[in-house]
């Protein structure tokens, strides 16, 4: 049906599009739906350039980092596993992680953490924030940060997409933009792995589906003449992507890989995830968070940490394998992070309980310095002796590995709010 | 931007010997917004057209679009009164008490989208808005809630949702009265506002620290402290000060004894057992907050806060913003008018209605959102009408009430009338738990627009054609153009531009085998965009 409406409106759109213009210059229809976004040599170089992305490895529940990163062999409180010598000089980690260990040099670690909160629903928080709500101010976290930062106008993919299948501890650690408001939300992946709302209904044709988008863009096209508002905006500017992410449904199937590729990242739930995550930002996705509980061992905390712990291995090694071959290392940061660790002491039920005194995190890629360790624990892992790092130095330090300046503002009303608390500082020897 | 202080004492000039006090609020309204938009020699949008009026009116006062009854009867009557008899029809009517209720319960609990303390505390406020109680009357009710009574139960909400956090619980309570946030000097004297202190937050709090959770019941302890230590020097206890200055002799400032420990565990004990709460103190520092902040010298804060707060829910933005940061160093645009204002709220017992109908029956708020040059006016000068979001209960329900056959409306006597409104309103409430509430600065998420172009819900709710819709009237129209025109009626309270229709026929013609679906679709684009979206 030949609509006059229509006529010169995807020429507007595909020039304010940046990069994606030169998917329409060499002849791609200007909707994206149909669109294989990673196929694309152009698109994918456009990326490469400039946008830094995030991978994080949500261990929700907080895991051990006497069995990770911090082991203790020999110590009262060190447990059963050796510790392993990583192609890192000097640098031991636990023997459960034997593939990690010969990647520290790609990894930097950070042993000094102390976030002084041992409670899941707030540890939660403070951990994906940096920081404490305020009374009245509710803090973005992370992903909608970096999905501000890095994510665009017209983007045709999510800004912040973020996995968290199993039901433990889902409800502490809900994604939020808090006063960055729906439009950096995330986009939740709980049930399966497929978005809601992403594909079209069987009940619409896909020419009515495409069409009535288009009546509905010359319905408001009077409208907004004459008006301005930021919400009105943002209105045009949701409506206008949502073919490009219904578009990016592919993303989210991971049988568009190679048997090989699946295999590689293992049959795991959590695998698998990696590896949309994986395909996620390579298309562009600003942050993916991939969300693995329950490690919360008060009880049995070995044989917990003996089964979880390899999985986190091969996966984590398998991610920074596969974007480092696809060179994309550079540019897309895997952080490894939970709501606290875990107790050096092993209490009567050989488990271990909250601890935020003294614990671990990993970044590797992007700006991060691979092969560095900061911070320092005595020798049982009570305390933090050396290079002790704070929730905010922390989150000030990611930001700047990410090319962000910790110290910008973002504006609530005309009250400046800096990305992290004033006076915190990025480590700079752990920035490349 | 601020307005330069130029403007303010342009408009000041202007003003001497124009506005009086025993003129009515909107020409009080008018006069100064007036004065100060020609100061800064600045054309104002035009008056809206009686179809945009009668819409935003019946938007902003009962929460939903009005009907093509609704808008006909208003747009045709050439009463000089039509207005006038409009908002009072509006302000009378329940929908006056649900929506407003709505407003103010997401104005006291704004982090659970209004939801925080459960359903009770709504039901305590569309009571209150219903009766028509006065905003000090609620205040009290809020502050001093007798749980012994049964229709007082959800005003207790405010308080025992807080009881956790006695810093959230001070704060939230200067917020929400007082129009100012405090928290920022709960750790040290704020570094860019001089008026507070950590004198004012442990003063503050002071008041509310002895209220706590005997077992679920809201209690009261007749003594208490609130102890603060700065960022150097010994720790101090606060004396009870107002945000004023105002402090308040306390022979009760003590910590509690052992003794008296164990005596409120008991208390609480029973309290538990009892369903009970335990006795009120001899001294309630509580109701002395309520007391102070109410007298002669102190309850402007109160007084400025309901104003401002009530002009940014009608014209989009407050005379300060944002609206917990009145003080000396964020000026408000207008602070005659605002002085003005407050003072004629307080001498009316701080009546809602009567300065929500001085608001809308004002020529500044029925201006045009219509601004066609490039340069916008300073918002703060309130020239153009703002857009203003839809909440969510606004949203669902005009769908709902767009999606009905507006014959349904038709000739029903004003109850029957109101209860079928009443219906749709609940009959969207699960919808609209999927909608995110407006704030400040509010953008729209994609998740949003997924919803609506993918979501079966948005289809089974809003979009069916059976019976007593909309869609099931023009399916059996064979005049297509009468078709899309009602349906643009229903959804939009006007015609349809030729452009419009041309497009709309257009597009139900090209799907000949399938009529009903291409209204469906129709219908969908109408309500998807912009103009359905926000009040204008």
Redesign the interface.
Known sequence: MPSPFFCGSDAHRVSRRGFFGAAAAAGVAADMTGLNVLGSPALASELRRGQKRVILLWLAGGSSQLETFDPKPGAPTGGPFRAIQTDVPGLQISELMPKMATRMKDVCLIRGLNTRNGDHGSGAKLMMRGRRDEPSLRYPDLGAVVAREMGRADSQVPDYVTFYTQTEGRSFAPGDSGFLGARYAPMELTTNNTPEFIRRLDSITETDHRERAELRNMLGRDFVRGRTSDALGSHAEAYGRVRGIMGSERLFDVSQESQRTRDRYGPTQFGQQALIARRLVEAGVPFVRVARAWWDSHGQNFETHQEMVPELDHVMATLIDDLKERNLLNDVMVVTLAEFGRTPGINASLGRDHFASAWSMTMTGASAKGGAVWGRTDPRGQTVTHEEVNAANLFATIYAALGISPHKNYYVGSRPIPLVDPGAEPIEALVK | MLLRPAYALAALAALSGSARADDPLHTLIDQHVGAAIKSAGVTPAPQADDATLVRRLTLDLVGRIPTTTEVDAYVKSDDANKRATLVDRLIASPGFARHQAAQFEVMLN??GGGRRGGAALGEYLRGAMTAGKSWDRVYRELMLPDESDATMKGAADFLKARLA?P??LT??VS?SFFGV?V?CAQCHDHPLVKDWTQDHFYGMKAFLVRTYDAGGMLAERGFGLAKHKANKGPEKVAPMMFLTGTKLDDPTAREMTKEEQKKEKELVEASKKEKKAPPPPAFSARARLVEVSLKDGNADFFARSIVNRMWHRFLGSGFV??L??MHSE?PPSHPELLAALAKDTAAHGYDLKRLVSGIVMSQTYSRS????TEA?PDRRLFAVA??K?FTPLQLSTSLKIAAADPAQFEGKKAAEFEKLVEQMEGGGRGFASLI?Q??????????????F????RV?REFLTDGGNTVLGRVKAMTDKKAAVALLVRTAYGRAP?D??ST??V??VE??ADRPA?AYR??L???V????F??V?
């Not at chain 2, 959102?369 to 066609?372: A, E, I, K, T, W």
């Not at chain 2, 407006?438 to 997924?450: H, I, R, S, W």
């Not at chain 2, 998807?528 to 103009?531: N, R, V």
């Open positions: 704004p982090d956090d810093d959230k704060n939230d917020v946030n928290s913003n944002p917990d940061q964020n959102s219509h601004y066609p916008t703002a857009l979001p995110a407006p704030t400040d600065n509010f953008q729209v998420g994609v998740g949003e627009a997924l919803l172009s993918n979501g079966d289809t531009t452009a419009e497009a709309l257009a597009y090209g799907r679906e679709q129709v969908w684009a109408l998807t965009a912009p103009e979206r926000f204008y």
